[in-house]
Each structure stands twice: as structure tokens, then as C-alpha cells.
């Protein structure tokens, strides 16, 4: 039998413990919120104004930063090419993974474990060990464009490779999903005469329509903020992304000091992401916990 000391003892420490995470999870939430908050006053100063008062509000509230970093550093350029990029590889992934996603977690094939733990795997595999067979690859297929069309753009390129990457986290998140969802509505469907197809489409597409929300923001975001793909794949600026316009920006920073346009940059390449995910971070959250009970 236990003793009173060791029962109090077992009540507290959990309580001390869980008082602990909460403290850190919301002194972490509250430096990052300050350290957001710090970059937007930083963005509206100038010069070394930025160094030397770090912590006043900036003396004249203007929108040259925004200007000169929108236009002469070339974001908005690569604002649009992101919007392009972003929304057709998102809807082009989580479109292809669904339809990947289906069959391999409903029909019950002998093949469907080891294809899905093919998709598990892929999510283990560091970008940069594959960059180098990626190259050639995306290089061999533009130069056949050549060949064949006379034309290519690297944006292409780029696309083919958002999706490619990015089908292995959306089928496995998918797939977790159709999983949980009942098999009585398929049962009746194939009573009323409905094939595979129509039954995924006109039943299943709409019951899996949250995990579906989940995994396209959840593309997006990564898309949004990927860098190395376009660094690698993009050499014209007129082609390159928000982030690579983002690091052009930067590059010249020893050059010219201009540490309110930097931040100015970096705000506009945060603030989308932010607002997106404080419209519909709450639809991710019941997506995923949807997926993950059955």
C-alpha cells in the first residue's frame, strides 16, 4: 500500500510537469509573436535606425520599404510565380494523392501495405541527398523540350518537382484518412449499381473533404517557404519565387544597408502564411485529428 506522502508526491509531479510545458509552450508563442512584432516596426525604418533605436517606433510611418522591396528587389514578380506555383502544384498533389489514396486504403489489395510504406519512406529522404539525380533528370527532360517544341520553362521544372515531392506526405496523410472512414456508405453505393469510380467521387470525395482542406494548406504552407528546389532549378529572376527574390534581396544588403526593405521582404513573405493559418488553422486541426481515429 502506498503511502500519503508517496500519493501526494504522484498527484503533483504530473501537475509541476503539465504547469512547466504550458509556461514554455506560451513563452515560446509570446517571443515569437514579439520577435514577428519587432520585424513590422522594423520594416517602417530606415537605414541603421534599425540597430541603433531597436526598440522605438519608427519616426515617419511610410511605405517606401514595402515599395522599393515590392519593385525594385523584384517580389512582386516573385509574389505571382509563388501564387502560380503554389496553387497549381497544391491542387495538382492533393488531387493525384486522393485518387492514390483511395484505392490503396479501401480495395484491400495485397500490394496496398507495401506501396503505402513505399509513400512512408519517401517522407524520410532529405531533399538534398536527391538534388543531384533531380538535376539531371529536370535537365534531360528540358532539353527533349528543346528538341521537340523549341521552347521550355523552368518554372515547369519547378512544378514537376513540387508535386513529385510533395505527393509522399499528402497520399500517406490520405490514406490514414479514407482509412477511417465507414464502409457502410461504400456497401450501399455498390448495391445501387455505383462503380469504384463514382462511388469515390460522388460519396467519398465529400466525406474526406476535411483531410482533403488539411492536406492541401498543409502543401501550400511547404511549398510557400521552399527555397532550395528554386535556387537550384530557377536562374532566370523573372522566373524565381517570393522566397529566392527573398535571398536576392538580402544579397544585397552588403551593398546597401537597407535593413528596413529586407524586413519589409521578409514580412511580405510571412504575413500570407499567418493569415492563412489563423483563418483555417482550426479546419487543419479537426482534419487531422478526424484522420487519426477510426
Do not use: H
Not at 511605405?63 to 515590392?70: L, P
Amino acid at each position: 500500500m502506498a503511502s500519503p506522502v508517496g500519493v501526494v508526491r504522484s498527484a503533483v509531479v504530473p501537475r509541476v510537469l503539465w504547469a512547466l510545458c504550458v509556461a514554455f509552450v506560451v513563452g515560446w508563442a509570446a517571443f515569437n509573436v514579439a520577435l514577428l512584432g519587432w520585424v513590422i516596426l522594423g520594416s517602417f525604418r530606415g537605414g541603421s535606425a534599425v540597430f541603433t533605436k531597436p526598440f522605438a517606433l519608427p519616426e515617419v510611418w511610410s511605405f517606401s520599404n514595402y515599395v522599393s522591396a515590392w519593385v525594385t528587389s523584384k517580389l512582386g514578380v516573385g509574389f505571382l510565380n509563388s501564387v502560380l506555383l503554389v496553387g497549381l502544384g497544391s491542387v495538382s498533389v492533393v488531387g493525384l494523392a486522393a485518387l492514390a489514396a483511395y484505392p490503396l486504403s479501401r480495395t484491400g489489395m495485397r500490394s496496398a501495405g507495401p506501396v503505402t510504406t513505399l509513400f512512408a519512406m519517401g517522407l524520410g529522404i532529405p531533399l538534398q541527398i536527391i538534388i543531384v539525380p533531380l538535376f539531371v533528370f529536370m535537365n534531360a527532360i528540358s532539353n527533349a523540350a528543346y528538341q521537340a517544341f523549341g521552347w521550355w520553362d523552368s518554372r515547369i521544372s519547378l512544378y514537376i518537382l513540387y508535386v513529385a515531392t510533395s505527393l509522399p506526405f499528402a497520399v500517406f496523410l490520405l490514406t490514414g484518412f479514407f482509412r477511417s472512414l465507414p464502409t457502410e456508405l461504400e456497401e450501399a453505393a455498390a448495391l445501387d449499381g455505383a462503380g469504384p469510380f463514382r462511388t469515390f467521387r460522388q460519396i467519398m470525395w465529400p466525406l474526406a473533404r476535411p483531410g482533403i482542406t488539411t492536406a492541401m494548406l498543409l502543401t501550400g504552407l511547404g511549398l510557400w517557404n521552399e527555397t532550395l528546389l528554386a535556387l537550384v532549378f530557377i536562374t532566370d529572376d523573372q522566373q524565381g519565387t517570393l522566397p529566392r527574390a527573398l535571398l536576392g534581396l538580402y544579397s544585397t544588403m552588403q551593398y546597401t544597408s537597407n535593413w528596413g526593405g529586407l524586413f519589409a521582404g521578409i514580412v511580405i513573405v510571412v504575413v500570407p502564411t499567418i493569415v492563412l493559418y489563423v483563418a483555417l488553422g482550426r479546419r487543419i486541426v479537426e482534419g487531422m485529428t478526424l484522420g487519426s481515429v477510426k
